[in-house]
């Protein structure tokens, strides 16, 4: 079994003898070396992103019965998006935009990869990674990749230069609820190498925690790159002795106390290497509740359905950025913004230059610093899902749907509280539907009929999409798609 890694010995004679050596050399030089150690040129990054997280399983988000106080105080010390989307509600294709800037479809990346998958992430796309390290950045991905598990799709090939974590979905072992000979054992990865295969993961988060924490440690004197991409609370759920029934909301609530904790952790490590002012933390979910599991899903809210679908439930999840110093305090952002606009707001910070491949994403950076009058730079959002489908599209307050089949759950639900899903039933739906989305963000009241102007210039951005990335629901096929890259093209 896995035991976390501590530093050698050694570097403590190595820190007694630089304290000597500045002692001698005197007190001014002892502060121009601490200063420049400890204010690289260039912003630290940091993106905490968990899996399967509710809208409103935060506190400042209306959690109920579940504390999570370390979230709390950075959105104290931060702003709150209240209308932050990813851009498809599957574990592959959401991460793919993350890293990327791209909409996950125009890189041929559909749905959630598994052990079975002969492709992943093309190595020629650019990562958030990538377009760091000309700059000298370190950069070290903890936590779940799940954007191809074959040794060309791994994290140290697409610019990370340290991997700690699976390269799938914790569900995808032995022990699956409903498919348990589906899957091999589960592999945990230290950069290239299988470490270890799990049996249990109470201790997972604890683990990346431990190697987010020596990451920070390790890197403080250089800018650097951490994306800490928590299995958690993606089921299964499991959580250490330390917060084994310390929620009212049971085991769910329990895992996200400890991912706030583990918030926490990070949060201390940069305060104690003198980082607050130099990084900006950014904090959200890959999409909405997996809620077939029931009592082990999380809560979407006031949004409809949940992961799966493009309705809000789906689509809608909690973000929290903090930058001391350089985003005002206490701030709640209701501007729309999405996962795609990262990459391209992070090389505005960092001055990086952006990907040459097309992007999606725009710069949010007036947005998240709470710039008067900014607005969201995007003229529309497109919502894929399944293989290519575009089921939606947000232009400001509005949102179109097309006629396409989601997944909702029963109307005899009864939630299960044993870690085992119900079966969702199928839905058609049969024409557009409008929603604004400021007055009536629960999607309840379809008014597509008196909005005709509306529809018709969502309609005339969605034929954009689909003559750009296409349309599985008009068989349309785009025409600056580039394809996901397959394992026997490295032959």
């Known amino acids: 079994m896995y035991t976390p890694f501590t530093q050698p010995s050694g570097r403590m004679g190595f820190l007694f003898i ?84 791209c909409y996950s479809n125009r890189l041929g990346i559909f749905g959630a990869l598994s052990d079975r ?6 190595p020629e796309e650019t990562t958030i990674a990538e377009l760091l390290k000309p700059k000298g950045y370190a950069t070290g991905i903890v936590g779940k990749w799940h954007l191809g598990h074959l040794e060309p799709f791994l994290p140290t090939k697409q610019g990370f230069d340290e991997f700690f974590g699976l390269p799938y979905s914790n569900d ?27 049996t249990e993961q109470s201790m997972l988060t ?22 800490l991409a928590h299995n958690m609370p993606h089921v299964p759920l499991f959580v250490s002795e330390k917060f084994k029934g310390k929620s009212e909301a049971g085991i769910y609530g329990d895992v996200i106390m400890e991912i706030d904790w583990s918030v926490g952790q990070v949060l201390e490590a940069l305060k104690n290497n003198g980082l607050e002012e130099n990084t900006l933390v950014i904090f959200t979910s890959d999409n909405g509740p997996w809620l077939s599991y029931g009592t082990h899903a999380g809560s979407t809210g006031i949004f409809k359905e949940g992961k799966g679908t493009s309705w809000e439930g789906g689509i809608r999840v909690p973000a929290i950025m903090q930058w001391k110093g350089k985003i005002p305090k206490g701030q709640v952002q209701d501007k729309i913004a999405m996962t795609i606009d990262l990459l391209p707001t992070i090389a505005h910070i960092t001055g990086a230059p952006l990907p ?3 992007i999606d994403g725009k710069n949010i950076w007036p947005l998240i610093s709470m710039e008067e009058g900014a607005e969201s730079p995007q003229e529309a959002y497109y919502i894929y899902y ?8 947000i ?6 749907y097309f006629p396409h089949r989601y997944r909702t759950l029963p109307d005899d639900y009864v939630k299960p509280s044993n870690g085992i899903p119900v079966k969702y039933e199928m839905l058609t739906l049969e024409e557009m539907e409008l929603y604004d989305l400021e007055k009536d963000p629960s999607e309840r009241y379809n008014i597509i009929e008196d909005n005709d102007e509306v529809v018709k210039k969502l309609q005339a951005l969605a034929e954009k999409a689909r003559e750009d990335m296409g349309d599985a629901l008009q068989q349309r096929v785009g025409q600056n798609v580039r394809l996901a890259k397959r394992f026997d093209a490295f032959k």
């Open 172 to 198: 995808m072992w032995p022990y699956h609820p409903e498919r348990p000979d589906d899957y091999p054992p589960l592999p945990l990865y230290q950069n290239e190498t299988i470490i270890d295969t799990l």
């Open 386 to 393: 399944n293989k290519n489908e575009l089921q939606a599209v």
């Open 18 to 101: 630089v304290l000597i050596v500045s002692t001698i050399f005197g007190c001014t030089s002892s502060s121009a070396v601490k200063k420049e150690q400890s204010e690289p040129t260039q912003p630290n990054i940091v993106i905490i992103f968990t899996d399967d997280q509710g809208y409103e399983d935060v506190g400042v988000f209306g959690a109920k019965n579940i504390k999570t106080p370390n979230l709390d105080l950075m959105a104290k010390n931060g702003v709150q998006f209240t209308n932050f989307h990813v851009s498809n509600a599957v574990c592959s294709a959401s991460r793919a935009s993350i890293l990327t800037g």
């Open 395 to 400: 232009s400001g307050k509005w949102k179109l």
């Open 117 to 122: 998958s002969k492709h992943g992430l093309s």
């Open 356 to 358: 040459e491949k097309t």
């Open 206 to 227: 604890t683990w990346y925690t431990e190697k987010a924490v020596d990451f920070i440690d390790r890197n403080s004197h250089q800018p650097f790159f951490l994306y």
